[in-house]
């Protein structure tokens, strides 16, 4: 009981110093968001064969719920299926944040999400070239009514600019930006404790040793925790990482397949899930591709 109280003390203590990191974070992040995710729509809908590229830079700007309008448009068949892997492969999640309450150094930051915004450049394109050989890219015409009707969403009746909007004001910012502080915030200090429980049971070159051993086996299980649609999977593999317990390539494969909640939107709205299933997989591979690879070359970041 003793070792249980002392290490919630401490992840307690650690994790109340990043409360006012995060906050002053997403508050800008919201209220960027609500000032700018109409003309970033439009900007992705004209993207066209730049698609990809567009969809990797904007995924890597800190914000919430892009990766979500992206699954949306893409099952609205606005957006090819290029695109979306682009923006899911390079959408930061809540790496960002934790990187920026830890005070970590902003090059560091920027480098790891370059590496994501380039795999999402290139396999973006990859898969829409593929596409397009294959003659797989579909018929080129947005299918929005369908899409609205599926949902059941009346979305056709909604005036412009309205249909992507989390409130109304400056206290919906706050508000917002307060209930991200608090669940990240949260997820921090379940992860903190757990880990640092694991060390104090372990020790702390055990623990080190056990995932540095297995770097192949850690690649994988990581990108499976970044497929989890909850900000819970990015914040523990940037913990994780920045603890010391994931090296360079098992945290990138985990961090390229977190791309927060796009893929459950996508299953939610795509009416097709057998497509569905193949984008997930696909993602799945390229995180673990990109990690392995990233190990065998020694990147470090």
């Given at each position: 009981?003793?070792?249980?109280?002392?290490?919630?003390?401490?992840?307690?203590?650690?994790?109340?110093?990043?409360?006012?990191?995060?906050?002053?974070?997403?508050?800008?992040?919201?209220?960027?968001?609500?000032?700018?995710?109409?003309?970033?729509?439009?900007?992705?809908?004209?993207?066209?064969?730049?698609?990809?590229?567009?969809?990797?830079?904007?995924?890597?700007?800190?914000?919430?719920?892009?990766?979500?309008?992206?699954?949306?448009?893409?099952?609205?068949?606005?957006?090819?299926?290029?695109?979306?892997?682009?923006?899911?492969?390079?959408?930061?999640?809540?790496?960002?944040?934790?990187?920026?309450?830890?005070?970590?150094?902003?090059?560091?930051?920027?480098?790891?999400?370059?590496?994501?915004?380039?795999?999402?450049?290139?396999?973006?394109?990859?898969?829409?070239?593929?596409?397009?050989?294959?003659?797989?890219?579909?018929?080129?015409?947005?299918?929005?009514?369908?899409?609205?009707?599926?949902?059941?969403?009346?979305?056709?009746?909604?005036?412009?600019?309205?249909?992507?909007?989390?409130?109304?004001?400056?206290?919906?910012?706050?508000?917002?930006?307060?209930?991200?502080?608090?669940?990240?915030?949260?997820?921090?200090?379940?992860?903190?404790?757990?880990?640092?429980?694991?060390?104090?049971?372990?020790?702390?070159?055990?623990?080190a040793a056990a995932?540095?051993?297995?770097?192949?086996?850690?690649?994988?299980?990581?990108?499976?925790?970044?497929?989890?649609p909850n900000c819970?999977?990015?914040?523990?593999?940037?913990?994780?990482?920045?603890?010391?317990?994931?090296?360079?390539?098992?945290?990138?494969?985990?961090?390229?397949?977190?791309?927060?909640?796009?893929?459950?939107?996508?299953?939610?709205?795509?009416?097709?899930?057998?497509?569905?299933?193949?984008?997930?997989?696909?993602?799945?591979?390229?995180?673990?591709?990109?990690?392995?690879?990233?190990?065998?070359?020694?990147?470090?970041?």
């Amino acid at each position: 009981m003793d070792l249980l109280i002392h290490v919630l003390e401490h992840s307690v203590e650690d994790t109340l110093r990043l409360v006012p990191f995060l906050f002053v974070t997403y508050l800008t992040m919201e209220a960027l968001e609500h000032a700018s995710a109409d003309r970033v729509q439009r900007v992705v809908e004209r993207s066209g064969k730049a698609g990809p590229v567009v969809g990797a830079l904007l995924g890597a700007v800190p914000q919430c719920g892009f990766s979500a309008m992206a699954a949306t448009l893409y099952a609205g068949r606005v957006l090819t299926a290029g695109t979306l892997v682009a923006v899911i492969l390079s959408t930061s999640d809540e790496m960002v944040p934790v990187f920026l309450a830890h005070q970590e150094p902003v090059g560091r930051m920027l480098a790891i999400m370059a590496a994501k915004v380039l795999v999402g450049i290139v396999i973006g394109f990859a898969v829409d070239v593929a596409l397009r050989l294959l003659r797989r890219a579909g018929d080129g015409h947005a299918h929005i009514h369908e899409l609205c009707e599926r949902a059941h969403c009346h979305c056709d009746d909604e005036p412009e600019g309205h249909g992507h909007d989390h409130g109304h004001g400056r206290w919906a910012v706050v508000r917002s930006a307060a209930v991200h502080t608090v669940q990240v915030s949260a997820w921090i200090l379940v992860i903190t404790f757990v880990f640092g429980l694991a060390m104090e049971l372990v020790g702390t070159e055990s623990l080190a040793a056990a995932v540095a051993n297995h770097p192949v086996r850690a690649t994988f299980l990581s990108a499976l925790v970044g497929l989890i649609p909850n900000c819970a999977a990015s914040v523990a593999i940037t913990e994780l990482y920045l603890e010391g317990a994931l090296a360079a390539g098992p945290m990138l494969a985990g961090l390229l397949a977190s791309g927060g909640v796009g893929l459950l939107v996508l299953w939610r709205t795509n009416v097709d899930a057998r497509q569905s299933a193949v984008i997930t997989l696909f993602v799945y591979g390229i995180a673990v591709v990109a990690g392995l690879l990233a190990g065998v070359l020694g990147v470090s970041f």
